[in-house]
């Protein structure tokens, strides 16, 4: 930066909490133009100073190397497993950014339960069957279909995985998931507050268990309510659905 005497000085910048709420700011650590075993002495001395004087080196109530942001979409995919079984999982995307923040494995019985605590039945929410993360805003249609806005209320906690080898890496993931951490003020799973803009503020989207939506059909409407109501779960597909008809009608 330049002052008003036109003398520019070299500074490096570290990232800090402040400790009441947790704001985090970035704070100018002065340097020389070399860095020698002095300038070096110095810059330590002024994140020292930094600490000393209070401010947190993480987020209040995080640990070591943990990163907590505000979950504002979800997309649900699924991965195949060697013996033909699924696993559930969920493209998570922060801070209303095009791209996804992390991926979340459901790998266990607790993992679901936990995940339905907070977002609500997974069934909600439709399969999508691409390989790779969707990139929000590229196809608007796409979106509206399999990307799932979350009101608020949510933060998923995550950090860095030291295996990860860069761009190129496709074998290890950038960041691990390590908790979800509903706020204090949600009151209810936030899944279940579906953003009205895309099902309306009274209408809750009828999904099939491999994705499907039940179409403007009012007969497989009605159809699809009474074995909701029957079973507690979502048809496995339009053709279990006539199926279920068939033999109990």
């Not at 402040?18 to 002065?30: C, D, E, I, R, Y």
Request: aromatic residues 10%.
């Amino acid at each position: 930066m330049e002052n008003n005497n036109n003398l520019n000085s070299l500074c490096g910048w570290v990232k800090l909490y402040h400790p009441n709420g947790g704001v985090q700011v970035t704070l100018p650590v002065p340097v020389s133009y070399v860095v020698d075993q002095n300038t070096a002495s110095m810059m330590l001395s002024s994140v020292a100073a930094y600490l000393q004087a209070g401010w947190l080196p993480n987020q209040p109530g995080l640990g070591d190397g943990e990163t907590k942001e505000k979950v504002t979409h979800l997309v649900r995919r699924e991965k195949t497993n060697g013996d033909g079984s699924k696993t559930p999982l969920f493209d998570v995307y922060c801070g209303g950014g095009s791209f996804r923040t992390l991926g979340v494995y459901l790998n266990t019985q607790e993992d679901i339960k936990e995940f339905e605590k907070v977002f609500g039945p997974i069934d909600k929410f439709p399969i999508y069957d691409g390989d790779t993360p969707i990139e929000r805003g590229k196809k608007p249609e796409r979106d509206r279909n399999f990307v799932i806005p979350v009101r608020d209320g949510v933060n998923v906690v995550w950090r860095l995985n030291p295996r990860y080898e860069g761009e190129e890496d496709k074998k290890n993931p950038k960041r691990l998931f390590v908790r979800w951490e509903p706020a204090p003020a949600a009151s209810a799973p936030a899944a279940a507050m579906i953003i009205d803009k895309l099902y309306g503020p009274e209408e809750t989207p009828r999904v099939y268990l491999n994705g499907e939506r039940v179409n403007g059909n009012e007969a497989e409407q009605k159809a699809y309510d009474s074995y909701l109501s029957s079973h507690g779960k979502a048809p496995a597909s339009r053709d279990a659905l006539r199926q279920w008809v068939k033999n109990n009608h």
